[in-house]
C-alpha cells in the first residue's frame, strides 16, 4: 500500500492542476461535488471525459502511475 499525500482529498497536487489552471475553479467544484455525492469520479467540465476522485483513488491502495489529476499519493 502507498503513502498518502499530506493534504485533504479535495486539494489536489500543484503538479497535476497547477493553482494557475484557466479551468481550475470548475474543476474544484466538479470535484467537490463527486467527494459530496460519494461518486466515483465526475465529468471534466471542459472535455466531459470521466475524471475519478481521489478518495476513489485512495481506495485502490496505491499510485497507478497514470498521472491521475486527483491522486491522492503524489505530494
Given at each position: 500500500?502507498?503513502?498518502?499525500?499530506?493534504?485533504?482529498?479535495?486539494?489536489?497536487?500543484?503538479?497535476?492542476?497547477?493553482?494557475?489552471?484557466?479551468?481550475?475553479?470548475?474543476?474544484?467544484?466538479?470535484?467537490?461535488?463527486?467527494?459530496?455525492?460519494?461518486?466515483?469520479?465526475?465529468?471534466?467540465?471542459?472535455?466531459?471525459?470521466?475524471?475519478?476522485t481521489?478518495r476513489?483513488?485512495a481506495?485502490?491502495?496505491?499510485?497507478?502511475?497514470?498521472?491521475?489529476?486527483?491522486?491522492?499519493?503524489?505530494?
Open positions: 500500500m502507498s503513502a498518502l499525500a499530506d493534504r485533504p482529498f479535495d486539494e489536489p497536487a500543484a503538479t497535476r492542476l497547477p493553482i494557475d489552471h484557466p479551468g481550475r475553479g470548475a474543476i474544484i467544484a466538479a470535484h467537490r461535488a463527486a467527494l459530496d455525492a460519494g461518486a466515483d469520479g465526475y465529468a471534466d467540465p471542459a472535455t466531459g471525459y470521466f475524471v475519478f481521489a476513489f483513488l481506495e485502490r491502495g496505491s499510485c497507478c502511475e497514470s498521472g491521475c489529476r486527483h491522486c491522492p499519493y503524489v505530494s
